[in-house]
């Protein structure tokens, strides 16, 4: 069975903080992480993706692969009371042929003004 | 800039009905996928569709439910006996054919409730 796991939260941050977001994930073989932002009641809205180990840096959002530890996270810089949402970590395995994503359960963020 | 629309917003349903949950993916994508949310529960795929047909589906995708891409730009979902656990949020995504990395995009989603 094939797993991505998220701390629910919520996470709460003040305003202008760094949120950080983790995401483990099963399969060593996994290639592509997603980051959606969920907002109750709306559907996944993509922030960024990552392949590469590293970090990748977009805006106040960066996300960093750890593919040795099986670990993604995404920090969002100078948070906004618009940030919070549901972030949703979302991976794609590397079956052959395989493009579907599995998705964790997410983790709540809560940025207080 | 593009984006994936679906209709309608909500459905309502009695059980053993059948639905047909429509989207239009973005113009340009090659790659259509459908995937539920049930109320507080992990986003889940159902299944994938290229070149006209299944590429891929998970379990959750049985008998009972089926695709189409009945012209060059719908793309539907069709469950012909609806049971009351298919009460969820259903998304349409699209992804372009260019690059290897997957990009899904979402739509705004169907709201299917079955009594």
């Known amino acids: 069975q094939k797993e991505v796991e998220q701390n629910s939260g919520p996470l709460s941050v003040p305003e202008g903080a760094i949120a950080s977001l983790n995401c483990t994930y099963s399969?060593?073989?996994?290639?592509?992480f997603f980051w959606y932002r969920q907002y109750s009641g709306k559907s996944p809205e993509l922030i960024m993706f990552?392949?590469?180990?590293g970090d990748k840096e977009d805006g106040r959002f960066t996300a960093q692969l750890n593919k040795a530890s099986q670990y993604v996270s995404l920090l969002i810089r100078d948070s906004q009371p618009s940030d919070s949402a549901t972030y949703l970590c979302?991976?794609?395995?590397?079956?052959?042929?395989?493009?579907?994503?599995?998705f964790g359960s997410g983790t709540r963020l809560q940025v207080q003004p | 800039e593009p984006e994936v629309t679906q209709t309608p917003s909500h459905q309502v349903t009695q059980m053993g009905q059948e639905v047909i949950l429509r989207c239009v993916p973005i113009?340009?994508?090659?790659?259509f996928y459908w995937y539920r949310q049930i109320l507080g529960q992990k986003v889940e795929f159902l299944v994938s569709?290229?070149?006209?047909?299944?590429?891929?589906k998970s379990e959750i995708f049985d008998d009972q439910f089926s695709v189409e891409r009945p012209d060059g730009s719908n793309f539907t979902l069709k469950i012909r006996s609806t049971k009351l656990e298919d009460s969820a949020m259903y998304f349409c995504?699209?992804?372009?054919?260019?690059?290897?990395?997957?990009?899904?995009?979402f739509g705004p989603g169907t709201r299917l409730t079955v009594l």
């Open positions: 995504a699209s992804g372009s054919s260019g690059g290897s990395f997957n990009e899904q995009f």
């Open positions: 399969d060593r073989g996994s290639q592509s």
């Open positions: 990552i392949y590469s180990n």
């Open positions: 979302a991976v794609r395995y590397t079956d052959t042929g395989r493009r579907a994503l599995t």
């Open positions: 113009s340009n994508h090659l790659y």
């Open positions: 569709f290229y070149n006209n047909e299944i590429s891929e």
